[in-house]
Nanobody
Framework: QVQLVESGGGSVQPGGSLRLSCVAS????????MGWYRQVPGKRELVATI??????NYADAVKGRFTITRDNARNTIYLQMTRLEPEDTAVYYC????????????????WGQGTRVTVSS
């Protein structure tokens, strides 16, 4: 019903930049909140979220370095990552929460399959 596909991961040196994208498709009427999470050993942690109204929330570790943006018409979000650090190395997952489906139901929480980011010299 709903698919989220991430792209843009890769390898970069410390201090470098990457831009991640996530496109949501399927029987979607609206997605209230979309966001990025990352998997590090032992846990999946919040990176940033953005509502359909544009309100954003960031983890303290990425504030001032990462920027989340959204294109509601395309059900797409982006994560511009700058001044990357080795500690940012992780698999980054896109999330869609409170998804209104075309049949009117409120769908469950959805996840993409992840894109790997490696920061290393």
């Amino acid at each position: 019903q709903v698919q989220l596909v991430e792209s843009g991961g890769g390898s970069v040196q410390p201090g470098g930049s990457l831009r991640l994208s996530c496109v949501a498709s399927g029987t979607i009427s609206a997605i209230y909140t979309m966001g990025w999470y990352r998997q590090v050993p032992g846990k999946r942690e919040l990176v940033a979220t953005i509502t359909d109204g544009g309100a954003t929330n960031y983890a303290d570790a990425v504030k001032g370095r990462f920027t989340i943006t959204r294109d509601n018409a395309r059900n797409t979000i982006y994560l511009q990552m700058t001044r990357l650090e080795p500690e940012d190395t992780a698999v980054y997952y896109c999330n869609g929460d409170r998804v209104r489906l075309t049949d009117g139901r409120l769908g469950k929480n959805y996840w993409g399959q992840g894109t790997r980011v490696t920061v290393s010299s």
